[in-house]
């Protein structure tokens, strides 16, 4: 088989995530009808399957596909498709089967954006004994499993939602799959993976006597979290947590959360997020036609504009947004925000009357930065 054709991707990331959804192909930038004859034909020869249980729909790699990809590329798949694991034996259960589903989208975002995510493309940061030096091809993901390869280090954060950890050059992202709806939240879990994080940062295996480039200890540790479109994004702002806060709400377990959709401008956005070059460029650019920030507001902004504090919304950081909001209702001040075309219909929801919004054209942008 052909390693770089879409056969062959889709083949990859069913292994990675164990299970991908009758949507996925979408995810990958295949158009509709080419992935119905795709699916047939892998289907025909005997390298994927349908599973259908409880009104879910899925594919799944056949014992021949699994054969194909390990003779292809045993360290690239080998941790995929061998024991007990649910990627080598997907359980049939619901919740089990979502999670898998959505991890497959996160796999495909991440890659479309560029970012390392092959276990034979990036060091076994994790795994036990790996005490070597090593260099990390930035930006790099690892999935929730590979970090327990820790082992007892790992088990605090056993019931993080988190589906991964994602290494860029100036910080390190906690990563959660949200979908269309509010996922559950516990603080005091996803507050641990900050934590686990952080210490490793100082004295375990990401500190500079383990990999290069290192992390300084005030290396900021986020949280990402991809949903299905902005919608979301505006469920997740509004969000007080629910009946005891079993749901996402805004708190402060991470200091930082941006949101971007499993599309190709949230693939743009995670370009941007991952790079502080692009960011300092775009915030150069956008800050050449405005005035310093004012110290007398009392608020955080990033500018003015005729006495107006500015805010660079474009990276969507949900608490900055919040907070910006709060401020300016409590203050009774009007803001301005700035953040790309695709951002605006939800942001003008949850802030109203209290700021203009100006807009950064995406298409524009990606001509511009990213070509």
């Given at each position: ?118 276990r034979d493309e990036k060091p076994l940061l994790f795994q036990p004994g790996n005490q070597k030096h090593c260099t990390l091809p930035l ?233």
């Amino acid at each position: 088989m052909d390693t770089s054709s879409s056969a062959f991707r889709l083949l990859s990331l069913i292994a990675l995530s164990g299970e991908c959804g009758t949507e996925f192909l979408s995810y990958m930038g295949i158009s509709e009808s080419y992935g119905e004859k795709l699916i047939t034909k892998l289907k025909d020869d005997n390298y994927i399957k349908s599973h259908y249980r409880d009104r879910l729909r899925g594919y799944r790699l056949t014992n021949r596909g699994k054969k194909l990809l390990l003779e292809i590329n045993p360290d690239r798949f080998g941790f995929y498709l061998s024991g007990n694991s649910d990627t080598n034996r997907p359980r049939s259960d619901v919740p089990r089967r979502m999670r898998l589903q959505q991890t497959s989208i996160v796999y495909a975002t991440l890659l479309n954006a560029g970012v390392t995510i092959f276990r034979d493309e990036k060091p076994l940061l994790f795994q036990p004994g790996n005490q070597k030096h090593c260099t990390l091809p930035l930006p790099v993901f690892y999935q929730s499993r590979e970090i327990k390869e820790l082992g007892a280090d790992a088990i605090k954060i056993n019931n993080s939602r988190t589906i991964g950890v994602l290494f860029t050059e100036e910080c390190i992202y906690a990563v959660f799959y949200t979908g269309d709806s509010l996922m559950r939240w516990e603080y005091r879990t996803e507050l641990k993976v900050k934590t686990m994080i952080q210490y490793h940062i100082t004295r375990g295996i990401l500190s500079k006597e383990y990999i290069t480039p290192w992390y300084h200890p005030d290396t900021p540790v986020k949280a990402m979290l991809i949903g299905k479109d902005m919608g979301t994004a505006l469920k997740l702002l509004t969000s007080t947590g629910g009946f005891q806060k079993s749901y996402f709400y805004l708190d402060t377990s991470f200091d930082y959360f941006h949101y971007l959709p499993s599309t190709p401008a949230g693939e743009t956005l995670l370009k941007l997020l991952c790079s502080p070059k692009l960011r300092s460029d775009l915030r150069t650019l956008l800050l050449s036609d405005l005035q310093p920030p004012c110290p007398d507001y009392g608020l955080e902004h990033d500018a003015t504009l005729d006495g107006i504090p500015v805010l660079l919304g474009f990276d969507f950081d949900m608490l900055r947004l919040s907070r910006y909001r709060t401020a300016l209702s409590l203050q009774g001040l009007s803001g301005h925000l700035i953040c790309f075309d695709f951002q605006k219909e939800v942001l003008a929801q949850f802030f109203g009357d209290l700021v203009t919004i100006e807009t950064i054209d995406l298409e524009k942008f990606e001509r511009r930065f990213l070509h």
